[in-house]
């Protein structure tokens, strides 16, 4: 099985700021039939089902702000969030979507300082 | 709108049974592959199973393999998942998920919609 390890566990930015989550996979999610990595972002906010952020590592859902942006390849990559604003406190997950069984992170619980 | 509405979670003890639905609307159900996938409480996010769009093909994690079974009815636009010989560790909330791609064509399998939710607690 795929192993996906976030960091942090949470960090606290204040509004405005980065905020910045790493996830990293137990092996290459890249799929070198097509060059893409497999490699989905979700938030997940308080009491809330979890929402597609990105995917394919760095493709934003439709809908979804541009201070969001994903990056990255093979086993490391990088969420970022550009300027912090307050309804982006949440836990982000990241998930391959490369092979089954599908593998989440711990998720990374994002607060305001 | 894409709606997804799971029903069937309640209180049962260790070794019972339950049966979890998923109703589809506002897509051609028929033409998704979906899944179902678990959250304990305070804990982060478990992928449980997942079926083909025809119901041809299903996928199960280890912990539930042997005990859970995925299916669909598109003509009622429903996904199920009937879980056996439930333990405590099997207590979460259980979502059930659309996979993003046509017919899982071409994207691997990532999700788009999520339901709310339904609470399974297994306990004596």
């Known amino acids: 099985d795929i192993v996906m390890t976030q960091s942090p566990d949470s960090l606290a930015v204040s509004l405005g700021e980065r905020a910045t989550i790493k996830c990293k996979s137990s092996q290459s999610v890249l799929y070198s039939s097509n060059n893409k990595n497999y490699l989905a972002w979700y938030q997940q906010r308080p009491g809330q089902p979890p929402k597609l952020l990105i995917y394919?590592?760095?493709t934003r859902e439709s809908g979804v702000p541009d201070r969001f942006s994903g990056s990255g390849s093979g086993t490391d990559f990088t969420l970022t969030i550009s300027s912090l604003q307050a309804e982006d406190v949440a836990v982000y997950y990241c998930?391959?979507?490369?092979?089954?069984?599908?593998?989440f992170g711990g998720g990374t619980k994002v607060e305001i300082k | 709108q894409v709606h997804l509405e799971e029903s069937g979670g309640g209180v049962v003890q260790p070794g019972g049974s339950l049966r979890l639905s998923c109703a589809a609307s506002?897509?051609?159900?028929?033409?998704?592959?979906m899944h179902w996938v678990r959250q304990a409480p305070g804990k982060g996010l478990e992928w449980v199973t997942f079926?083909?769009?025809?119901?041809?093909?299903?996928y199960y994690a280890d912990s539930v393999k042997g005990r859970f079974t995925i299916s669909r009815d598109n003509s009622k636009n429903t996904l199920y998942l009937q879980m056996n010989s439930l333990r405590p560790e099997d207590t979460a909330v259980y979502y059930c998920a659309k996979e993003a791609f046509f017919r899982g064509e071409g994207g691997g399998h990532y999700f788009d919609c999520w339901g709310q939710g339904t609470l399974v607690t297994v306990s004596s």
């Open positions: 394919w590592a760095s």
């Open positions: 506002g897509f051609t159900s028929s033409n998704y592959d």
């Open positions: 998930q391959q979507h490369y092979t089954t069984p599908l593998t």
């Open positions: 079926i083909r769009y025809d119901g041809s093909y299903e």
